[in-house]
């Protein structure tokens, strides 16, 4: 059984950092790329960012390029996310999934990890 594990968030002051982790377990997905998304209350899930399986290829939505940085180590089937100048629209739950695009591919999704950021 797949199961998707978030961590890393917590409470954080607006201009500050946080780096968020995604273990895979009961399957790998170093063969795939992989995708952080993120939800706020009342609000749809939408897309951050994502890797391609070698870590060529980045992709950042808008509100967060130049502030995050998305990595992987296939070794340790994890994918992180470097958050910097946090700002408290950032304020959600995120989410990791294998993607394809910006896609997500497995129907199954972790728990997620909050990250509030106070103004």
């Known amino acids: 059984q797949v199961q998707l594990k978030e961590s890393g968030g917590g409470l954080v002051q607006a201009g500050g950092s946080l780096r968020l982790s995604c273990v895979a377990s009961g399957r790998t997905f170093s063969n795939y790329a992989v995708g952080w998304f993120r939800q706020a209350p009342g609000r749809e899930r939408e897309f951050v960012a994502t890797?391609?399986?070698?870590?060529?290829?980045?992709n950042y939505a808008d509100s967060v390029k130049g502030r995050f940085t998305i990595s992987r180590d296939n070794a340790k089937n994890t994918v992180y996310l470097q958050m910097n100048t946090l700002k408290p629209e950032d304020t959600a739950v995120y989410y990791c999934?294998?993607?394809?695009?910006?896609?997500?591919?497995?129907?199954?999704w972790g728990q997620g990890t909050q990250v509030t950021v106070s103004s």
């Open positions: 890797i391609n399986w070698s870590s060529s290829f980045t």
């Open positions: 999934n294998p993607v394809i695009g910006t896609t997500p591919m497995w129907r199954s």
